[in-house]
């Protein structure tokens, strides 16, 4: 099993920043990806970042140029660096991780809320 945590989740005013953290615990060497999603009001819960194990990362297109992801293995962590917030990034943010042998997102953590207001 694998446990994941976020946090540094708020209350941001457009065009401003904050830093997602996802720590991850338990079966570290079952994790293939990590992706970060979000679910705002209203809305279906969407991918809007991931990251191999290898390094390699993908964004939905709303957030390229603004988000990016990045992970420390020596910290068993991953970050979301969200730059030039909109108010259409209100959501609440999840960490999933895609277990190697199934290729799915089997693993969430409990998520982190980020509203964007003035």
């Known amino acids: 099993q694998v446990q994941l945590v976020e946090s540094g989740g708020g209350l941001v005013q457009p065009g401003g920043s904050l830093r997602l953290s996802c720590a991850a615990s338990?079966?570290?060497?079952?994790?293939?990806?990590i992706g970060w999603y979000r679910q705002g009001p209203g809305n279906q819960r969407e991918l809007v970042a991931a990251?191999?194990?290898?390094?390699?990362?993908n964004y939905e297109h709303s957030v390229k140029g603004r988000f990016t992801i990045s992970g420390d293995n020596a910290k068993n962590t991953v970050y979301l660096q969200m730059n030039s917030l909109k108010p259409e990034d209100t959501a609440v943010y999840y960490c999933?991780?895609?277990?190697?042998?199934?290729?799915?997102?089997?693993?969430w953590g409990q998520g982190t809320q980020v509203t964007v207001s003035s």
């Open positions: 338990g079966s570290i060497f079952s994790i293939y990806a």
């Open positions: 990251i191999t194990t290898d390094g390699n990362t």
């Open positions: 999933a991780a895609v277990d190697i042998n199934s290729r799915n997102y089997d693993y």
